[in-house]
């Protein structure tokens, strides 16, 4: 089964198909990172809302953030930034790597650093809310 892409570039557009599994990972990994630069913004623009502009004016403290991190979804909000934005990065970091040719036969050492270096910044991330989850 081969998986069919489209592409519009300078107004006109071209169809491809991707015959390989490496071509197949390459084209998830792609559509992965427009599709978290998306959920980015839309998370991103509900926290800053609730952060500064729910009580606008007013400073914010840390009393005020371990009360808004008792709510689930505000602490799901903040877990889903956090995943997001580490792939978001360590992918677009991947890419741009690979896209140097010297660097193309690294590809398998390349991605499990990153993926080593993204769960050991997750677990720093989940410490740090986790104080506001067991109070």
Do not use: C
């Not at 009360?67 to 677009?92: A, E, P, Q, T």
């Not at 499990?112 to 997750?122: E, H, K, T």
Request: net charge positive; no cysteine; charged share 15%.
């Amino acid at each position: 089964m081969y998986l069919v892409f489209y592409i519009i570039h300078d107004n006109s557009a071209y169809f491809g198909e991707i015959k390989n599994m490496e071509g197949k990972k390459a084209y998830r990994l792609w559509f992965a990172q427009r599709i978290t630069a998306a959920l980015i913004l839309v998370i991103l623009a509900m926290h800053i809302y609730q952060v500064h502009y729910i009580e606008l004016g007013k400073p914010i403290l840390f009393a005020g953030v371990a009360v808004r991190l008792k709510d689930i979804f505000f602490l799901v909000l903040d877990f889903s930034l956090l995943f997001l934005g580490l792939f978001h990065g360590l992918n677009g970091i991947r890419m741009v790597l690979l896209d140097f040719d010297f660097l193309s036969k690294y590809e398998r050492t390349i991605s499990r650093i990153l993926l080593i270096v993204g769960i050991i910044f997750f677990i720093i991330g989940v410490k740090g809310l986790w104080g506001f989850i067991i109070r």
